[in-house]
């Protein structure tokens, strides 16, 4: 797409719009936002990014294809879930560590990693249908 | 008794593997398998004598009361040393008349598992049980007819043979849980104890019909007792053991069985005498018509059925006795005469009736067995089938029993008299006659049986108490439900049913001189009649049409038509039970919000501008304005993160349908005309109403909240998270969520998939077949050669 | 206020299904996201309406308040939403494809899996 504003703006946008998806990501325990959210945001930056700046330059700027992003995110949110039955307890059983150090801190968990796992599941998934859909033939 | 009853089907698994390592004396090793269980089932003939009966269980569904219960009593006790005994023989008899057959030892396994299935059956003392066994006999004995599956007449028998008495079989299944239902156990002889409770339940009448459609299909009565001539397709073997003595009998066992919980009420009396009176007459006239040995033995185990059906409608004791008697006398001679007409075609080549005479000489053993079974049939004394006969006229004489009942069995035995002369005489004496092969005598297998099951019917004919006491007596008992006194002797001075059995006599030798005129005669008359046999046709080809009809009716190949179909029946699954709660709705007047209206219409307009907007890209921001309000909805009513996720996705749907739509021709205007218009219009209507009916009905009534309550109680406590509906996403619910987070990958592998197919292989000859319009051209069209010429024309052309 | 909610969630019904029969692909699609939204809706009012007050606990506070609007329907939605999203993409590209293989947009056209002629199933006495 030929709009100059469009492609100045794009990279400084995409930039903050990602990392914006992580702090909404990150928040969502406690406020609205959460992985889903996260994900959807990030996956717009991505493309925004494509449709700006080209799809060649986006594929460089995620470095990985996104449907190995959506993949590892499966993986992770499954993962996730295993470590609750190391510790006996059911498949996906939240398990919390409080570190000593920092008692109050509400992110060591692997109901955080599976919000992650969400996340990268969304951005890999739907940046990669819009990548794909981007591409001419 | 569960591994007795198990032990056929194990070791008929094993039977093509004994084929392969025994090679043709095969039916020797099987046969010791039966022969074994007959021995087993013969130790329990003292204590049943004694009148004791046994029980024997084993939990199968305890959560459902259907547990592998065997029940042994008098009548059960017959049937399995029946079973047993005579499979002894037909293993054995199988071995000799199928040597060297390629498929004998799948042939061997079939009839193990029927063995299996059979012995089942009438052990079985649990409804559930009952029915899987009884459609085990069904189905291996769908396999043993069709065993010759290369022949046309042998697949259309046993599809015959299975439609019939598996539909029969889904009718008994609804008996039986009836039963179960209103007698409150699952028990065959707990519901069985106490009949009146049956017998005086309202669905007494839908209970006696339905176990009645099982028994009558699968005893081959009048109007079903056509697949059973049918059957004769099946090797010899299947005939002797299956359409004799064993599964034929079934229905009447069930029936027996039933007697004291079902029987005894004028319905079920008027009903087994008339149907089996009608199958009895009808059996033995088709049995005189016909000239084939087999179709003949057929036609007449279809009349004995029909006497066996007789007689447990009497009801009375000595009828009792008689069917009992009879049974016990028919299965040993049927058998011995299946056997004979096999080993005749097997030694001659034909069974042509008119083509045989005088194999006794060849034959000496076959011929012998032939004669003394067709003696017993006959009813002659001093045979066990003189008895049987003899308590059948003390059965339809006594009490005050109309005439009729003895003309009508007179009638049937004097045919069947006839039919016993001309299978087990006529073909062994007189001047040799002309036949294909030149006649010989089997080997020991092929008429050991039928020489040891006739010779059984004489000795039992002159010692009858060990008849008596042993098998007619408690089976009696069994079918009676009350202790009788059971007499059976060969000669009881001269009374009315000598007389009978005199006019029997005389009325058969009259139809065995004229047996050939008559024969000619009735295939004149029998064979103009339209019968079962063309309407099971007719009724086949009425289900495919019918089949075909629906088909044609929902199966349009349209999209819209499916969707038409769905969408009315979901709107009908929406309103019908609105209809039918009591919840009331109450129309108020909504508020006047400016907020939530304005967001409502705007919602709406931009729902009604996708509908209507020609141009695609208006099209695709009214649906961007639709969602907006969704959007907006969500925020008014206390729900950020859906606000948030639905602006998202609308951005990014706006955005990829763009995309796509703009490859896509233009949209252009609507091309329904006025008629689909007003129908599409009544459907989409129907369903808008029935959804904001629901959804008011759902809103007036009270909302159990105690799922949310739970989550807003432990999300902070428990989960360490604020936002309730993320706790819910990644904590309380994850599994779910894991789950939509793998459909939302595998949706991104299937787009990134359908897309780079095309550009890959864009010649693929598969893509260039879907290309093609091949609606409305032969199958033909796919052939590879064809396509391939296709494919060919076109790179040409372009 | 659910009536009017109720109202609406019935007419993007309607028009919703007036689409998906119009036998045009593109329509189609359209008819799809509609009805998602429709879809979301009814969930959203049947789980009750709760002014501006969104399920989550205050700080200071260790159980959610009552008042709140209702969590659950609005889970099940979050998600509903994402995944239809996804399936509305996948559609498109399938609709996008098919149409590339059969040139045309019209459903009544597209009988590759079922063609005109059929075949005759077999008749009992045939077997």
Redesign the interface.
Known sequence: MNSLILRTATPLLSGLMLLFSIYVLLR??????????GG??G??AF?IYA?AEGLAAARRAIVVP??TI??T??LL??LS?VASILFGDA??T?Q?WFPSFAPDM?YA?T?VL??V??YL??V???A???F????R? | MLAATLAPFVLGVCAPLVRRLLGDSVGWALAVLPAGLTIYFAQFLGPIAAGETLTFSTEWVPAAGIALAFYVDGLSLMFALLISFIGTFIVLYAGAYLKGHADLGRFLMFLLMFMGSMLGLVLSDNVVTLFVFWELTSITSFLLIGFNHDKARS??AA?QAL?VTGGGGLALLAGLLLMAQAGGSMNLSTLLADGDVLREHPWYLAMLLLVLAGAFTKSAQVPFHFWLPNAMEAPTPVSAYLHSATMVKAGVYLLARMNPGLGGTEIWQVLLMVFGGATLIAGAILALRNTDLKLMLAQTTVASLGLLVFLIGIGTPLALQAAMAYLFAHSMFKGALFMVAGSVDHGTGTRELHRLSGLGRAMPFTAAAGALAALSMSGLPPFFGFIAKEWVYKGTLGGELPMILTAVAILGNALMFAVAFLVGFKPFFGKPGDTPHTPHEGTLGLWAGALTLAVLGLFFGLFSGFAESLFVGPAAIAVAGTPMLVDLYLWGGFKAPVVASIITVALGALFFWQGRRISDWLARVVDALWGPDKG??QF??G??AL??GVTGLL?T????RY??IT?LVLAAAVVLPQLFDSIGVT??A??V?LL??SV?LL??GG??A??IIRS?LI?IMS?GV??LG?AF??L???????A???L??E???V???A???A???V??R???GPARVLR??I???S??????????T??AAP?D?G??AY???R???E?????????????F??????G??????I??????G??A???SDPDASG?EL??Q???????AALDPAVRDEAIRDRETTS | ???????????????S???????????L??GV??LG??T???I????????????????G????EAG?????P??L???A???S??????L??????A?????T?????????????E???????D?
């Open positions: 969502g325990h406690n406020e609205p936002g959460g992985g889903f959210i959807l945001i996956a717009s493309a449709i996104p449907i959506a993949g995110g499966l949110a499954a879930g498949f996906l939240g919390w509400k968990s109901v599976f919000d796992g969400v599941v969304v890999g998934a739907i990669g249908i819009a794909a859909l981007e591409e033939e | 697949r259309r599809l439609v099971y046709d086949m080809d289900v495919v089949a075909r199966q190949g349209l999209l819209r969707m038409l969408f129309l108020q909504p508020p919000d939530v209206w409502a919602t709406l729902g009604l996708v509908m695609r099209a649906m639709m969602g969704v909805v969500f008014i009513f206390g729900a950020p993160d859906l948030f996720t639905q998202m996705v951005t990014l749907s955005v990829i349908l995309l796509v739509i490859r896509l021709p949209l252009g609507d091309q329904r599409d219009g459907v989409a209507v369903i808008g109403a029935a959804m904001a009916a629901l959804l008011l759902i809103t909302l909240i799922l949310s989550f807003g109680e999300s902070y406590t989960a360490f998270g604020r936002n309730i509906v993320n706790v819910i996403l990644v904590d619910r994850a599994l779910d969520t894991l939509e987070i793998a459909v939302v990958t949706a991104g592998v299937a787009v990134l359908l897309l197919f095309r550009r893509q879907i290309g319009d091949i609606s409305g051209r032969d199958p | 206020m659910e009536t009017i909610l109720a109202v609406l969630v019935g007419l993007l019904f309607a028009i299904v007036y689409l998906l029969l119009s036998g045009s692909l593109i329509r699609i359209l996201f509609v939204n429709a979301h809706l009814l959203f009012v049947s789980g009750r309406l709760t002014r501006e007050s969104p399920p989550l606990i205050e700080s506070l260790k159980v959610a709140i609007a209702n969590p659950l609005q889970a939605i979050l998600t939403i994402v995944i999203f996804s399936l509305f993409a996948f498109l590209v399938l609709s996008y494809r149409y590339q293989s059969l040139d947009i019209d459903t009544d056209d597209m009988r590759v899996a079922e063609p005109h002629a075949t005759l199933p077999m008749r009992g006495r077997v």
